[in-house]
């Protein structure tokens, strides 16, 4: 959307004027150095100040919110490192989250590989359990409907809303990395796949999940990330059979045309998952984009 924040929330304005809402999604695969965690977090910091900054309106919901990737934010974001991850990152997603609640701008942890869902469930559950975020309904969380462990997952976050006493925002993707993970499960000799090897069964599994996400209408603020006419139909009529608020949203540069049509029901929110970042740090992204 832009090479800098600034630029992209200026080219955002004409947009939030035909009804979208945004996302912005700092560029930055995960980090190999410290310092590229370094430069990622002063990013996502600087980002936030700017977006509270520029902000209308008051319901959470409904204002910009940023996307943050924990794989950026540490060099060493895995499973064997779990420890050191917890005392070393946990406390700098704690700090953008509490600024992020001081500006009411929403904050969703972006997905991951599936090796690392334990790992960012794990910190997840952390954050929404820290004391200076207590009642504040801006934390979400991705989740991947091409995921076996996807419906279990949701059913996880409902019991955590429950515990925590607030509503989460959830957005519902079909996945981001289907041609690693299934060439990771192959190079490690697994007996099965992690996730749904066949589309029809990822699109029955993000049916399913949506169904429960709408019927959960005290625990999820349901965000609903799809390109697909068929599956935004289905949850339009889920929707409107459960009265549940809710939001579509869309790739950036992707989903224009039927978004259109999206657009011309005032009830529905439409947000748009932006990236910002330089050209250089575009490539890796668009790469993976394009596999998929």
């Given at each position: 959307?832009?090479?800098?924040?600034?630029?992209?929330?200026?080219?955002?304005?004409?947009?939030?004027?035909?009804?979208?809402?945004?996302?912005?999604?700092?560029?930055?695969?995960?980090?190999?150095?410290?310092?590229?965690?370094?430069?990622?977090?002063?990013?996502?910091?600087?980002?936030?100040?700017?977006?509270?900054?520029?902000?209308?309106?008051?319901?959470?919901?409904?204002?910009?919110?940023?996307?943050?990737?924990?794989?950026?934010?540490?060099?060493?974001?895995?499973?064997?490192?779990?420890?050191?991850?917890?005392?070393?990152?946990?406390?700098?997603?704690?700090?953008?989250?509490?600024?992020?609640?001081?500006?009411?701008?929403?904050?969703?942890?972006?997905?991951?590989?599936?090796?690392?869902?334990?790992?960012?469930?794990?910190?997840?559950?952390?954050?929404?359990?820290?004391?200076?975020?207590?009642?504040?309904?801006?934390?979400?969380?991705?989740?991947?409907?091409?995921?076996?462990?996807?419906?279990?997952?949701?059913?996880?976050?409902?019991?955590?809303?429950?515990?925590?006493?607030?509503?989460?925002?959830?957005?519902?993707?079909?996945?981001?990395?289907?041609?690693?993970?299934i060439k990771r499960a192959q190079e490690a000799g697994l007996e099965s796949y992690s996730l749904f090897t066949r589309k029809v069964s990822t699109d029955v599994s993000y049916l399913a999940c949506a169904k429960f996400m709408l019927a959960k209408r005290n625990l999820?603020?349901?965000?609903?990330?799809?390109?697909?006419?068929?599956?935004?139909?289905?949850?339009?009529?889920?929707?409107?059979?459960?009265?549940?608020?809710?939001?579509?949203?869309?790739?950036?540069?992707?989903?224009?045309?039927?978004?259109?049509?999206?657009?011309?029901?005032?009830?529905?929110?439409?947000?748009?998952?932006?990236?910002?970042?330089?050209?250089?740090?575009?490539?890796?992204?668009?790469?993976?984009?394009?596999?998929?």
């Amino acid at each position: 959307l832009g090479r800098t924040i600034e630029e992209a929330l200026g080219i955002a304005r004409p947009l939030e004027a035909e009804g979208y809402r945004f996302s912005y999604d700092m560029l930055g695969e995960a980090a190999f150095t410290a310092d590229d965690a370094k430069k990622y977090f002063a990013s996502y910091k600087s980002a936030l100040k700017k977006l509270g900054a520029k902000a209308t309106g008051t319901d959470v919901f409904a204002r910009p919110s940023i996307s943050v990737k924990l794989s950026a934010l540490h060099p060493r974001y895995e499973v064997k490192q779990q420890a050191r991850v917890h005392a070393e990152l946990l406390p700098q997603v704690i700090e953008l989250a509490v600024l992020a609640k001081s500006l009411n701008v929403g904050l969703t942890i972006d997905a991951e590989e599936v090796n690392r869902l334990d790992l960012s469930l794990g910190l997840f559950e952390s954050l929404v359990s820290e004391p200076n975020l207590k009642g504040w309904n801006g934390l979400g969380l991705a989740v991947q409907a091409y995921g076996k462990r996807a419906k279990p997952v949701l059913e996880w976050l409902a019991g955590v809303a429950q515990a925590t006493q607030r509503v989460l925002p959830v957005r519902l993707v079909k996945g981001a990395y289907w041609d690693t993970e299934i060439k990771r499960a192959q190079e490690a000799g697994l007996e099965s796949y992690s996730l749904f090897t066949r589309k029809v069964s990822t699109d029955v599994s993000y049916l399913a999940c949506a169904k429960f996400m709408l019927a959960k209408r005290n625990l999820f603020y349901p965000q609903f990330a799809t390109h697909n006419a068929a599956t935004i139909a289905a949850i339009m009529q889920m929707a409107a059979r459960s009265g549940v608020p809710f939001e579509l949203q869309r790739l950036h540069g992707m989903g224009e045309g039927v978004y259109r049509e999206v657009l011309k029901n005032p009830l529905i929110g439409c947000r748009v998952y932006a990236p910002v970042g330089a050209h250089r740090d575009l490539l890796a992204y668009l790469v993976r984009r394009l596999l998929e």
